[in-house]
């Protein structure tokens, strides 16, 4: 009798366990994974007037961050193009093409944009330089953690340097590419100091806000790299010269596929870069 009461209490107590692990074990797993931002994205080039782009920045840092994200969009990063001093590139999420939408049409029809686009489109000589993109795979979207945004009016930092390249084609990417892309030439970019954090290609979808144009019939595949500051980058750059492997396996296929030389972005975070303020620890470790 004492025994089998052994055995029960047991078995109870096990079963209990087991339950309770259950049903923890998911939220464990699920609070362990990076956010992937986001499955529509815009890459924003905008041509600005000489000498406005940091009045662009301290507005837009100021008034139109929590503005655009308390609508449903995330506001990824923005950016100095080191080469271009007029111009100011920045990157949106969107869940989807519809929310898009709805987004858009909340913010730009809302107070906040009628009280400052005047100021705003006065530093712009052309803001309809935009690539629409989803990630080329579930998982080679941006990974956003769980990092504050700088505050407003925060202190100026160095957040690093984030390099976006642009590979033109003449029909949409192939599954092949993307293939080559990740058993190839990413390997390759991390054995010589550098490592890529996103990857997309042309979300081929009706612009869904015909209000703000798009750039139409394109076909691209677009990654990002970030560095610690241009000191790894150049290091980066003279092993990727030197590297047997980029000459051999890489180039070639390049010239095969691409139309047209790819188009090379050297980006610096503003202050309030939510993507410079989650990664720019990690940057030179990946």
Not at 49 to 63: N, Q, S, Y
Not at 269 to 285: G, I, K, M, V, Y
């Amino acid at each position: 009798m004492r025994f089998r009461l052994h055995l029960s209490l047991g078995f109870a107590i096990t079963t209990f366990l087991s339950t309770v692990y259950s049903e923890q074990a998911p939220a464990i797993q699920e609070t362990s994974k990076p956010q992937m931002c986001c499955p529509i994205v815009e890459l924003r080039q905008y041509t600005l007037h000489p000498g406005k782009r940091d009045v662009l920045i301290e507005l837009f840092d100021r008034e139109f961050v929590e503005t655009q994200e308390a609508v449903g969009m995330s506001i990824i990063g923005q950016f100095r193009d080191l080469d271009k001093p007029d111009r100011f590139v920045w990157l949106r999420g969107f869940p989807d093409m519809p929310s898009r939408a709805r987004s858009l049409e909340e913010f730009y029809g809302g107070p906040v944009w009628k009280t400052h686009s005047k100021v705003a489109n006065a530093t712009m000589i052309d803001a309809y330089n935009v690539l629409l993109l989803r990630p080329a795979r579930a998982a080679s979207g941006f990974s956003i953690t769980n990092s504050p945004r700088p505050q407003i009016g925060g202190k100026e930092v160095d957040g690093g340097l984030v390099i976006a390249t642009i590979y033109y084609f003449s029909a949409p990417v192939s599954q092949d590419f993307i293939e080559f892309f990740e058993r190839t030439l990413k390997p390759i970019t991390k054995r010589n100091g550098a490592g890529v954090d996103a990857y997309f290609v042309t979300e081929s979808s009706r612009n869904t806000f015909p209000k703000l144009p798009v750039r139409e019939g394109e076909y691209v595949f677009v990654w990002f790299m970030r560095f610690a500051g241009q000191p790894s980058y150049e290091r980066y750059r003279e092993a990727l010269a030197l590297s047997e492997a980029w000459r051999t396996k890489v180039e070639p296929v390049l010239a095969r596929h691409l139309k047209g030389a790819p188009e090379v972005l050297k980006l610096s975070p503003t202050a309030r870069s939510l993507w410079r303020s989650a990664n720019s620890a990690q940057a030179d470790n990946k």
